[in-house]
């Protein structure tokens, strides 16, 4: 069983910053590749940022230069810091982790998803 809980998300104005938080747990033999996605209701789940093991970063075009994202490899998390931000930012922004666990004896890797938090920008 893993988890990802993310946090921080929240209503801020335009230029304004937050930070995004994602902790993951669990069935955790290696965190590999960690990431982010924005989803507004009606639309697909779009990539945001993504973060290697080794923190090689790279970024959505509409992101760049505003967002960053980072990791804590010793408390299997995740960040995502917004600045500089538009109403187009607005959205739920969910975690995503590539996993490799043991089960039944074997390794496997998969892909896991957050519950979301939500960012509204707007004054």
């Known amino acids: 069983q893993v988890q990802l809980v993310e946090s921080g998300g929240g209503l801020v104005q335009p230029g304004g910053s937050l930070r995004l938080s994602c902790v993951a747990s669990g069935n955790i033999f290696r965190l590999n590749n960690m990431g982010w996605y924005r989803q507004v209701p009606g639309q697909q789940r779009d990539w945001v940022a993504t973060v290697t093991r080794s923190s090689g970063t790279s970024f959505a075009d509409s992101v760049k230069g505003r967002f960053t994202i980072s990791r804590d490899n010793a408390k299997n998390t995740v960040y995502l810091q917004l600045n500089s931000l538009r109403p187009e930012d607005t959205g739920v922004y969910y975690c995503?982790?590539?996993?490799?666990?043991?089960?039944?004896?074997?390794?496997?890797?998969?892909?896991?998803w957050g519950q979301g938090t939500q960012v509204n920008v707007s004054s």
């Open positions: 995503n982790a590539r996993i490799t666990n043991k089960r039944g004896g074997y390794y496997y890797t998969d892909d896991y």
